[in-house]
């Protein structure tokens, strides 16, 4: 069946740096484009980066461009969101998903949450 999990959140000050991994399967996960979203205590989920199915195009929200990088390794059936010059307002538990997944499945993985505070 289909499976999304995250990991790599954590504590970390202003400033610091997370790199977050979702591991995906049940689905050909090469063939769709991943996108990583973030849902902060009492606001609604928001994107925050998409990269292509074949990783050569990538979109961010204004809020991380500049900070956050998005890669995946198709080998691994895995994303990654490279997290710099963390922000207070990036704190909030990280998803990965494709519309795919979300349209057909209604599913999300649990989630990891990343904490920036002194």
């Known amino acids: 069946q289909v499976q999304l999990v995250e990991s790599g959140g954590g504590l970390v000050q202003p400033g610091g740096s997370l790199r977050l991994s979702c591991a995906a399967s049940g689905f050909a996960f090469s063939s769709f484009p991943m996108s990583w979203y973030r849902q902060a205590p009492g606001k609604e989920r928001e994107l925050v980066a998409t990269?292509?199915?074949?990783?050569?195009?990538?979109n961010y929200a204004d809020s991380v461009k500049g900070r956050f990088t998005i890669s995946r390794d198709d080998a691994k059936n895995t994303v990654y969101l490279q997290m710099n010059s963390l922000k207070v307002d990036d704190t909030a538990v990280y998803y990965c998903n494709t519309a795919f997944i979300r349209l057909k499945y209604n599913y999300w993985g649990q989630g990891t949450q990343v904490t920036v505070s002194s």
């Open positions: 990269i292509t199915s074949g990783g050569d195009s990538t």
